[in-house]
């Protein structure tokens, strides 16, 4: 079973910084983790960054653009996202999503239905 397991939630001030990380583990089927998305309280579950496995391309949402940064590294098959410049609004439920597909076309990089792993999302809380 193909598990994405996400660590570096947690609560800071705004304009303090975090980084959360995601790792594929668990299977013999390649599962690559790429993207990230959010969801606050009462809110839809948002696209925020993901970047394609083999040729590095990034997408970022508007609001966090220059803020966060989406980064991989293939070797331990693990997916990053820095924040800086944290917001009280970026407050969320974090989550990480793959796909079996090493390089979805960036048309569809930003939709929840392109991946088919989720992890279990990890809380980052900033106050004011």
């Known amino acids: 079973q193909v598990q994405l397991v996400e660590s570096g939630g947690g609560s800071v001030q705004a304009g303090g910084a975090l980084r959360l990380s995601c790792t594929a583990s668990g299977s013999t089927v390649d599962v690559y983790p790429m993207a990230w998305f959010r969801q606050a309280p009462g809110k839809e579950r948002e696209f925020v960054a993901a970047i394609r496995w083999s040729d590095g391309n990034k997408s970022y949402t508007d609001s966090v653009k220059g803020r966060f940064t989406v980064s991989r590294d293939k070797a331990k098959k693990t997916v990053y996202l820095d924040l800086s410049g944290l917001k009280p609004e970026d407050t969320a439920v974090y989550y990480c999503?793959?796909?079996?597909?090493?390089?979805?076309?960036?048309?569809?990089?930003?939709?929840?239905?392109?991946?088919?792993?989720w992890g279990q999302g990890t809380q980052v809380t900033v106050s004011s």
């Open positions: 999503a793959g796909d079996s597909r090493r390089d979805p076309i960036l048309s569809d990089i930003a939709s929840r239905q392109t991946y088919d792993y």
